[in-house]
């Protein structure tokens, strides 16, 4: 981590060094457990908004380790968010991820990923780094110990049309299958019959670190949010268990989705 970043973490351990606590009795009062409180000390986990907000409120220190972040986001153009998954996605042994509407970009060709990113809504400058930075991401899946991926996917992002883009389909498709070939990566396909389910409420991604904590990433329209507050991830953990049981299993999803990639080719 950068010079800023050791700077915020140096006043995390210092103010809770001030306050007489062990790394167990700090994370007992923000929620958090000892081994977590020493993973964002030591910078084994970046400090989340989330946790931040829980030490400047249970500790009433009128919001100053939030601004802290707030001025580290401000020293680096890649936001905050993205910022902080991206360490945890790098760090992670399993990835669950579920998408409603989206190949999961760690998946999703050049192209594709282009055509995600349509519309008018960012720069063409902008829309160039967002694509650099997700095809950078993807070669986690490359090296020498991957993480294992499990992707779930909404039958309706296979049919879903990109205007315009002739053929862009068909070969989002197969690569798509030819990523669920390997070993490391399951893609498993929630079928259009399974009518309204719980993953309708929206995306998100789950990632196992390798010590066995868990942290979540989940967004929106307007914002993108990293969760790792314990109760927040337990529901999240149920959720992914009920969309993964309406999924098809991952062999019966591979023919799905061969098939729809056949007929954008008609």
Request: charged share 25%; aromatic share 6%.
């Amino acid at each position: 981590m950068g010079t800023a970043t050791n700077y915020v973490l140096g006043e995390l351990r210092l103010f809770r060094a001030a306050l007489g606590l062990s790394q167990d009795d700090f994370g007992r009062t923000i929620g958090y457990s000892g081994s977590h409180v020493s993973s964002v000390e030591t910078g084994g986990r970046p400090p989340t908004v989330e946790y931040m907000k829980a030490v400047d409120d249970q500790h009433h220190t009128g919001g100053r380790f939030g601004r802290m972040l707030r001025e580290l986001g401000r020293l680096d153009t890649t936001p905050a968010w993205l910022r902080e998954w991206i360490e945890f996605e790098r760090e992670a042994a399993t990835l669950r991820w579920f998408e409603l509407s989206y190949v999961p970009g760690l998946l999703q060709t050049e192209r594709y990923a282009r055509a995600t990113l349509a519309g008018g809504r960012f720069s063409p400058k902008d829309v160039d780094q967002a694509i650099a930075s997700r095809l950078d991401r993807q070669a986690i899946l490359d090296r020498e110990r991957p993480p294992q991926l499990i992707a779930v996917l909404d039958e309706a992002t296979l049919r879903r049309p990109v205007l315009d883009q002739p053929g862009l389909m068909a070969e989002q498709l197969e690569h798509l299958v030819e990523q669920a070939g390997r070993e490391h990566i399951q893609v498993h396909v929630v079928p259009v019959d399974a009518g309204m389910y719980l993953g309708l409420a929206g995306q998100f991604i789950i990632a196992e670190l390798p010590d066995g904590a868990r942290v979540a990433h989940a967004d929106n329209q307007l914002t993108a949010q990293i969760v790792d507050a314990p109760a927040d991830i337990a529901k999240l953990a149920k959720t992914w268990e009920i969309v993964r049981n309406e999924a098809l299993p991952r062999r019966q999803s591979t023919e799905l989705i061969k098939e729809v990639a056949k007929s954008w080719t008609c």
